[in-house]
């Protein structure tokens, strides 16, 4: 059976366009939801309200509480969109999937965890203690 494989041009660096298009997917569907997010003012978890009948009857303590928790998950919101934007900057540059600090590449599992992981999982525990 002849088969003068000079047409393949899939597989050719072993990163398959496959494993990509599955991790943009993952890294879309994630910004998509904290733009969602972003726009609604919808926190994920516990929803703060502070429109004016409500705060009257919080404590003006509660309220900054609430307010300071809300401003801190806007800004880990933005933090992750950015993380997740650079995520798919690497993607369309080829360079997905690889440790920042060490160069190894990172465990697919963990990607499959996290996309927009920057660092292997020995590299991550290190920066983090
Ligand atoms: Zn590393």
Redesign the pocket.
């Known amino acids: 059976m002849a088969n003068n494989g000079n047409d393949g041009n899939n597989d050719s660096d072993g990163d398959s366009d496959g494993d990509r298009e599955f991790f943009r997917a993952r890294l879309i569907e994630q910004r998509d939801e904290l733009l969602r997010v972003r726009e609604t003012g919808e926190q994920a978890a516990g929803t703060v309200e502070l429109d004016q009948g409500k705060v009257g009857r919080l404590s003006r303590m509660d309220a900054m509480q609430a307010q300071a928790m809300s401003q801190e998950s806007n800004r880990r919101r933005e933090i992750r969109l950015r993380q997740i934007d650079a995520a798919l900057g690497r993607l369309d540059a080829g360079e997905f999937g690889w ?1 920042f ?2 160069d ?1 590449e990172i465990a697919r599992l963990r990607l499959e965890f996290d996309p927009a992981a920057t ?2 999982l ?2 991550a525990e290190k920066a983090e203690i």
Do not use: L, Q, T, Y
Request: glycine fraction near 0%.
């Open positions: 440790c600090d060490c190894e660092r292997c020995s590299c």
